[in-house]
């Protein structure tokens, strides 16, 4: 895989509360929001997640599916790059067109799948050598 490409703009925890009509500190607290996490920087909130002062559904879907095993920028890049078993949709457009979430969960879940074994295969290789 290339390098990892996000798409802005982002928003600050602030904002992100703002749109959502919650508190800062609740913001922070929530799994269901996609964040992209900063070394030392606050952390920013890809805006492309939110729609109709909500988290979009089929984002919190991926994010409860994958949260736990990807950093956000994994998750966020994964939104925006076109994707061979979507039909060279990016999963943005994907949900966009109106297809059917559960298909992207499932190509979400062999794509965190995949990723695992490649990384699983050079970590047995480095062993070896």
Known sequence: MSDVVLVGPFWT???????LGTSAEAIR????ILRIE??????????????DHEVRFEIAAIIDLVGSELPG????????????ALGALTPL???DSGHAVNTAL???????????SRVSVRTAVAAVS
């Open 13 to 19: 925890r602030s904002q992100a509360a703002e749109y």
């Open 29 to 32: 607290a929530r799994a269901d």
């Open 38 to 51: 900063g070394r030392w920087l606050e952390e920013t909130y890809p805006a492309l997640q939110f729609m």
């Open 73 to 84: 920028t994994a998750i966020a890049d994964w939104l925006t790059r076109p994707n061979d």
């Open 93 to 95: 457009q994907w949900f």
């Open 106 to 116: 499932q190509v979400a879940q062999a794509d965190v799948e995949a990723a695992a």
